[in-house]
């Protein structure tokens, strides 16, 4: 019975079930526990003679199909989801589906650890607080977080294809991240640019530049003019002598301006 809350095993222990909870995931899968729990606040609704607690696919998929056609009718809005990740055994599903029935039928709220947004029922919180040589390979994850009977019920090739390659997709960010935090492990040799020493800049540089900075713009912003401007010298220009008016002779282009001192 581990992942459900201290206030939720009391709970379930006052409604004296059948037979007691041991695997919250495997008990909760076929819906007869469920059905039960509903049949103490619903007794004229729920009749349990019309559930089976069997362990077959076909049982699961009966059972549910009238829990969810109960929950349609009362509006409940449970996410077919968790319905799914509890029919098939998926990590935390049970758990979740036990907080909102909780909540439905007490009206009372539990913080609940897992992302509901999210609904990621895999096992990738486990394979985090593992060491990195105990962790799970991509083929191992695929098996772990995809169940026979998720293939026997959806046999759309494509959707297993989708969800087996969001779970590689999964692993191998998880190998990239282990090679980031030990690349020792994975024999990386440093960069030369990571081997290249680095001078350290002083503590006030960030600010001495940021300062300069502002300095700057305020100058600009301002209008402030430079105490030193250029100075300018005109050029005078002789005029054209009588030689000039010798046959063959070339005038010089006449240029008259203002040419820049650079100070």
């Known amino acids: 019975m581990s992942g459900l809350p201290r206030e939720i095993l009391k709970w379930m222990q006052s409604l004296d ?36 607690n069997g362990t ?15 929950f349609q009718r009362h509006e409940f809005g449970i996410p077919k989801e968790i319905i799914e990740g509890t029919i098939h055994c998926k990590p935390n599903a049970a758990s979740l589906l036990m907080e909102k029935i909780y909540s439905l039928l007490t009206n009372r709220v539990i913080r609940s650890s897992a992302v509901e947004e999210e ?4 096992d990738s919180t486990y394979q985090e ?10 083929a191992m994850a695929i098996k772990n977080n995809i169940a026979s009977t998720e293939l026997t019920t959806d046999p759309d090739r494509i959707l297993c294809r989708q969800k087996a390659q969001a779970i590689i997709n999964t692993h191998l960010e998880h190998r990239r991240q282990e090679r980031v935090e030990d690349p020792r492990r994975f024999g990386i040799r ?3 640019g990571q081997l290249c020493p680095r001078k350290v800049p002083p503590p006030n540089y960030e600010e001495g530049i940021l300062n300069r900075h502002q300095t700057d713009v305020a100058g600009q912003n301002d209008g402030e003019v430079d105490s030193n401007p250029a100075q300018y010298r ?8 009588e030689a000039s008016e010798a046959p063959g002779f070339l005038p010089p282009i ?7 001192m650079v100070h």
Do not use: C, K
Not at 129 to 138: G, M, V
């Open 234 to 241: 005109e050029i005078q220009v002789n005029q054209l002598s």
């Open 129 to 138: 607080q593992l060491p990195a040589h105990a962790r799970s390979t991509a």
């Open 190 to 192: 440093p960069t030369l």
């Open 119 to 122: 609904f990621n029922f895999t």
């Open 17 to 52: 079930l059948s037979h007691p909870v041991r695997n919250t995931r495997r008990d909760f899968s076929n819906g007869y526990l469920i059905a039960e729990i509903f049949s103490w606040y619903y007794p004229q609704e729920i009749e349990m003679h019309s559930y089976d």
């Open 254 to 260: 006449q240029t008259t301006g203002m040419y820049s």
């Open 56 to 70: 077959s696919l076909p049982s699961r998929q009966g059972n549910w199909s009238q829990l969810q056609r109960f």
